[in-house]
């Protein structure tokens, strides 16, 4: 027996809606779980689990000429113009180098994602350049336990040949006070 092609065509996408639905409720409830606990949960869930993940502090350039200028006379053994665009630093150590050298102004004062200024060695603050505090939330990571994606995947290929309600595959669904 063949399944019309406009049936799995709508049981495709209303299974990939509902499955992005699903992952958006989990996700939400992970940032609003974030949000009033300030704890990065990780939760462990019969067949899978749900990871929050955080920032961590980082610099970036904001003003690349600002920066350029103030690198040039800080270090002028170490940069060489060329009118190049390059990505990524070329000197991973020295990179490495120059930002154990910088320090934040003030991150003590600093909630999560919250941004200062960097000075150098000699207290000057360093033009073009932003630090950001991390620890704010990122994002939420689902992952499957690998024996039920496989049972799940094989019910599934049931459901789609016509063979079975993919409904059933889930128990009935609970609800949790709010």
Not at 142 to 152: A, P
Request: aromatic letters at 6%.
């Amino acid at each position: 027996m063949t399944v019309s092609r406009d049936w799995l065509l709508r049981a495709h996408l209303a299974h990939a809606a509902a499955a992005e639905a699903c992952a958006r409720a989990l996700k939400g409830q992970a940032e609003a779980s974030f949000a009033e606990h300030h704890s990065a949960e990780t939760w462990r869930l019969p067949g899978g689990k749900v990871v929050v993940n955080l920032t961590n502090d980082s610099v970036a350039v904001v003003d690349v000429d600002a920066f350029m200028k103030w690198l040039e006379a800080k270090y002028p053994s170490e940069v060489v113009t060329e009118t190049v665009v390059v990505q990524r630093v070329r000197n991973e150590a020295w990179r490495v180098q120059l930002l154990q050298g910088l320090l934040p102004t003030d991150p003590e004062e600093l909630g999560p994602g919250g941004q200062t200024s960097l000075i150098d060695d000699e207290g000057t603050v360093v033009p073009g350049v932003v630090w950001t505090k991390g620890g704010a939330y990122k994002h939420a990571a689902i992952t499957g336990d690998g024996t039920l994606k496989r049972q799940y995947a094989q019910a599934a290929a049931v459901y789609a040949a016509g063979g079975g309600d993919m409904p059933a595959l889930l128990a009935p669904r609970p609800l949790e006070a709010p």
